[in-house]
């Protein structure tokens, strides 16, 4: 049971009688880990199981233990189909994958060309870069009150461009309800997209530098030289990116919430918000658990194969 | 006309003279070593003729056109990097013809090359493999492959085989000088290795501090080294340096080694120095290398001039195919190769011989050759 | 970890690509108009706040203050109303405080302890117990919040019972002990995720020497592991701290009311439905709220880079 000891010198250290005193010894880094490994079992593990358990009740206002199988799942999905007038499910799950897939795909994108543009040997680097970085210092409510004073038609952006003379110009996104979303879109890009530039910075600086010389060698312009080799080189990279940025999509919350101001008529509904307001407010605890349980596989659907992979090659 | 000549070749980094006035020509066909201990400039050398470092004035001409200004893709050069630097995202095949493609030869002639200089190198059964799939040595062979695919009229090398472990270095460097006796290409290599130097080169530059030190043929820089750098640097057990001073004395001059407890040394002087610079009490400093130092049973037979001296044995170093004797003088380590059976013993006396038609002279103050 | 955030870090060692001038143009032109726009939400914000109400409403966003006034701060420190209490924000950033300094220290100090023993003294399943709290990093925490109200509620129970019997709560229902709870459970898996990958290329022979040397398994950790530890240290705390700080649904949730902290009372100031909206306020509010993060940010960005680097690209 001795653990990081050789054995030859686990038997030198060891005196002929081993007492209580030493067998407690050998316990104790187990000893040490084992509140926070017992903590992480049951608020995490051990929390995720309750609310399953509660999805297939019919708790309403407080939890109770009626169960009712899977009818709460059974009414998730009849919802998802409801488009007429779309239900508040459908709307939370139309506005995730327009959010998600805008939220992702821009913050790769302008990470990526932030990276490239970084890497070309820039004067004022060091100014640069914390200037894309420090939104992600900022909590979700901060920027989303800025964004929402920033997009305002009648005090922000609207309105400033027409005192500089576009008069025509319209851009009342912020308030309008169909369009909410893709404010929240834009300042979730604004904060994120700095961390994904300096993830992809990273991997760009610790590509060999011998490569980049074969390649001006080979005769490869700086065009073909990123298309062909630097960018395929970065695929982990990617990877990772892709992999963070859908999990902080999905977990969004205090984000839609402060751009959006108090969600009127819940067009801008994410799962996230929906589940807190039938479980906190509509008091429909139930039905809110079953749409934590979903958000919550599919998050381990993306997380595990990856963490898995990772940790596997890793030792 | 020479493949390469470099004229008066300066680098600059801001204050800082990386290289200091570099002049070498290399013949078609020739394969060019440059040495020198890590910080010398020779890797810098090599990348400005390759042109991926540009040089602050001086000139270099490739097939007798001045390169100077063109991009690295243009001088008609290939490259293999101590890393190899294969691309990690392709195939061997694709790795190999990333060259041509770039430059727009059609595939059907790109898989013709690709397959042409996959036979030379035996490595058609890699060609759809990825980099990471391959050992160290076929990783080196697929770098030459992209290398040679392009016939260019210079080959660089830039430390090729100090990635591998000993054995595979051993082979790869036999490998290289087949190759290169095969093809007959230009070759400029850099090594702060100086056996591969002595092995395949036919020409040496050894640099120090970014400074020229000598060109020469292998034999004329082992057994003509123009300064006590070059001395020290080639040859593994390192020449013997030994202080000592000329005298003149009834028309005859002698070298003089003081020894501690011993009577000196006298020898008279060695065939290779300059005797009209040796005037009387001139200190100098005897170099010869462990292999002219023997029993004088061993001396070579052909040697004119042999000196024998009697010392006291402080180390003896059998190392299988000889023993390494060593005594002292002039208050240094004297190291003598002998042959493995030899009777020697620590504490003992023995009498030594001087080979001295391979015995060079210093000058201790402008460390050249005398 | 740290590799990959030194790299970000390091000068570039290749010469420079020779770039032709336009090009040159147009890579600083990008970056610059890609900087302004990053700046431009917290430039307006500043500006908003030091502005009286009138010039808010009925000026340009963009112009600098006509008439400056520091009378939007004072007023969101001191009388700005968070649902019925109108004292400002000062009491709300103390709850903050109050929350992070222990949640942040508890939570930095046990994850040194179980990196240390996950790699220096590594038992039959160290992997699954790593990769199980790893995972416990990723879920959304929609997933938990109804069985962490039941406990806190019980808990609250416990502490009325106790105050009952000795006048004394001992903690119990207290919402700031609640919070730090909260936040220390879940963020130990980031604190074990990053100590474990620093001490993971910690030399172990260290260990096994002085394990001859007789030390025990606290002294090795207090002699030998902690005193080189700084670097992780200071990492970890930044991202603590920030999160913490930052955070808002375990905050809304479950501390609503006088002990919110302060993005909470930053979310309902924004948000109150009486009366006229004072932007400049709100601002003033949004920019105290955000200040401890941002000036972490700009005196140890180096360091807050490392933490996001490992958290994302794992070696």
Redesign the interface.
Known sequence: MTTAIDPIVAHAIQSPQRGLKDRLRDWIPRLVLAPSFALVLIFVYGFNLWTLLISFTNSKAFTNFNFIGWANYAKLWTWTFETDPPSNWYTALVNMVVFGGLYVIFCLVLGLTLAILLDQKIRGEGILRPIYLYPLALSFIVTGTAWKLFLDPRIGLEKAVHDLGWTSFHFDWVVNPRMMIYCVAIAGVWQTSGFVMAMFLAALRGI?G??L?????????AY?TYR??II??M?PVFMSALIILTHMAIKSYDLVLSVTGKNPGGAAELPSTFMYSYTFTRNQMAVGSASAVIMLMTIAAIMIPYLYSELREKN | MAALEITGLRKRFGALEILKGIDISLEKGGFLVLVGPSGCGKSTLL?TI?G???ISSGEIRIGGQVVNDL????RD???V??????????SVAENIA??ME??GVPKTEREKAVAGVAKTLQIEHLLNRRPSQLSGGQRQRVAMG?ALVRQPRVFLFDEPLSNLDAKLRVDMRVEIKRLHQETGTTVVYVTHDQIEAMTLATKIAVLKDGELQQVGTPNEIYNSPSNLFVADFMGSPAMNLLDGMVTRANGASKIVIDRHDHPPIVLPLPESADSSKLSDGLKVIFGIRPEAVNDPESVDRNAKSVSTFDAKVEIVEPAGSDTYVVTRAAGKELTARMRADTEVHVGENHTFAFNLDKAVLFDPQSSRRL | MTVAADALTAAPSR?PTRHSTTTRVVIYGLLIVFAIIYLMPLVVMVMTSLKPLDEVTGGNMLYFPHDLTFEPWRKAWGTACVGLTCDGIKGYVWNSVKMVVPAVIISTLLGALNGYVLTKWRFPGHKLVFGMMLFACFIPFQSVLIPMATILGKLGEIGQTLIDATGYSFGFGNPTVNLVLVHVVYGLGFTTLFFRNYYETFPTELIKAAQIDGASFFQIFRRILLPNSAPIFIVTVIYQFTNIWNDFLFGSTFAAGDSSPMTVALYNIVNTSTGVTEYNVNMATAIIAAVPTLVVYILAGRYFVRGLMAGAVKG
């Open positions: 060999d011998e490569i010389k074969a390649a001006q060698i080979d005769g490869a312009s073909a062909r080799i395929p080189m695929r | 990348n390759a991926l470092e540009s991009h690295p893709s243009k050069i290939a490259m990097f101590q890393s190899y630097a294969l691309y990690p995202n392709m990333f060259g770039m430059r992209r | 010469e």
